[in-house]
């Protein structure tokens, strides 16, 4: 870290110092040493290093010729400012659950983009969560690693400040596996130039950018399209288990019985079966990354709610977080009522839907869902909402609660899962928000202190502040690429 006490001019000979270390890094090294296609996607851009200006200035870009673009960004962005001047970044965004969909149509589209769309933009794949959250994603984590991805590679939310490059009219952004940002990624709207997803769409129609929405089970099923379409020459076999993975994992084994898979979906699976026949078999590669879902061993209980969530908001703060355990299980945890209604206060929300889903032999899934509030009215018209919802119809039955503010069901529509879920809770906000709030709903919240809300929270901004890295640190992180031969 740099010592504050500097001045600028010393602090930007240090910058030029360590700048000049990188230059002796063989970069190309990294790149030819394997031919893994993450690593060509970054290849061929330049590093742009922002350093201070002289006295009075306004700042420069040192250009570093054969760096990675990504970590240009990665470590400078902070740094940047409305009026300064350097490359655009094509950021491809999946959603904040991140789960394996979503990481690998990001992955895969920026490839796809960066090897058919050249120019002056440095296209880079985002992953929608803290770097820290990665972990709670065993199931990505275990493919990453079969594939021979290193986690070093990725780059995360919180290393990154989207709005200093909107602020800076250097933003582009594509949406991928979601179709509107939420609201506290509303300033990030004039960015967004395309959009690729498979759930319902919400986005209003736009001359300035194209969108394809297809309610396929898989959005790696329409990446895969894309490709196939329009340069299959850049797939390998790497890329192709990645999005093979992911559509394979959304359509779960492929089985009809589960409700997910398309004929769409089914082809392009086909197409890259025959492609590569070396993948893995289908049923083992959906087997082990199910088990890797599935394995919540040592995870408390905010950590099995972040592991798959996606909010929403309104008058209302909700939660929907998935559970890979049965709701018994899940309802016996000790202290469960004072851990939700912590994890409420620390992160914001009114109120907590939990759905739970285990499968059969024959790979058909079982539901269950849960609503926690303090609030009783909250939890009680969220309940009948739910109860009385047609579109799709849940069939809950009631299951008995332990607990006095959870209400708790067995879902008999096991179709209907978080995808078709949400929509209905949208729904509900707008019903609720169009009636205001009933007075004893009012009276208990308010007794409820506000607190912050973290990164994946919608309605909340994401901590703008990155973290502090040395160049030390920078260095080090280039030098295990550059030596890395056995990812």
């Known amino acids: 870290m740099l010592n504050p006490a500097l001045t600028q001019a010393q602090m930007t000979c240090s910058l030029r110092a360590d700048v000049t270390r990188l230059w002796t890094l063989n970069i190309s090294a990294f790149r030819d040493s394997s031919p893994r296609w993450f690593q060509r996607i970054f290849g061929g851009f330049r590093l742009y290093q922002m350093l201070p200006g002289d006295s009075g200035g306004a700042g420069f870009y040192q250009v570093v010729p054969g760096c990675i673009s990504m970590l240009g960004a990665l470590f400078f962005v902070p740094q940047l400012s409305s009026d300064q001047v350097g490359p655009g970044f094509h950021v491809v965004l999946g959603n904040e659950a991140c789960d394996i969909d979503s990481m690998v149509s990001a992955l895969a589209y920026a490839y796809f983009l960066s090897k058919t769309a050249p120019g002056e933009m440095l296209v880079l794949p985002l992953l929608n969560i803290r770097q820290s959250e990665l972990r709670l ?186 559970l890979y355990i049965s709701l018994q299980e899940f309802l016996q945890r000790e202290d469960l009522e004072a851990e939700l209604s912590g994890f409420c206060q620390k992160y914001g929300y009114d109120l907590l839907l939990l759905m739970t889903i285990f499968f059969t032999e024959s790979k058909e899934p079982i539901r269950e869902l849960a609503v926690f509030s303090h609030s009783t009215t909250c939890r009680e018209q969220v309940s009948q909402y739910l109860e009385q919802a047609q579109s799709p119809a849940l069939n809950l039955s009631p299951l008995s609660s332990p607990h006095s503010h959870i209400s708790a069901y067995h879902q008999g529509n096991s179709l209907a899962s978080r995808k078709k879920l949400l929509p209905i809770m949208k729904d509900f906000l707008t019903t609720w928000d169009g009636y205001g709030f009933p007075g004893d709903r009012k009276d208990e919240l308010s007794q409820v202190p506000p607190t912050p809300m973290n990164s994946l929270v919608e309605g909340s901004p994401l901590d703008n502040g990155l973290p502090r890295i040395t160049s030390q640190a920078l260095e080090e992180k280039f030098s295990q690429m550059v030596n890395r031969t056995d990812l």
């Not at 594509?174 to 395309?194: C, F, G, R």
């Not at 089970?217 to 992911?246: F, K, M």
């Not at 492609?275 to 199910?290: C, M």
């Open 137 to 322: 994603r065993s199931d990505s984590v275990f493919l990453l690693r079969q594939a021979a991805l290193s986690l070093d590679l990725l780059v995360f939310r919180d290393q990154l400040d989207l709005r200093a490059l909107q602020r800076a009219g250097r933003l582009r952004l594509t949406l991928v596996d979601h179709n509107v940002l939420p609201s506290s990624d509303s300033d990030l709207e004039e960015a967004v130039a395309e959009v690729i997803d498979h759930h319902h769409l919400e986005r209003e129609p736009s001359p300035t950018c194209p969108v394809t929405a297809e309610t396929v089970g898989s959005c790696a099923t329409l990446v895969t399209e894309r490709i196939i379409q329009r340069a299959p020459e850049i797939l390998d076999l790497q890329l192709a288990h990645l999005l093979y993975a992911a559509i394979v994992v959304d359509c779960v084994d492929m089985s009809p019985a589960a409700g997910k898979v398309t004929p769409k979906d089914s082809q392009y699976a086909a197409a890259l079966e025959n492609l590569f026949p070396a993948l893995p078999p289908r049923g083992a590669l959906f087997q082990e990354l199910h088990r890797a879902k599935l394995d919540v061993s040592g995870l408390n209980t905010e950590e099995m709610l972040l592991k798959d969530m996606k909010a929403v908001s309104g008058s209302l703060n909700l939660s929907v977080s998935v």
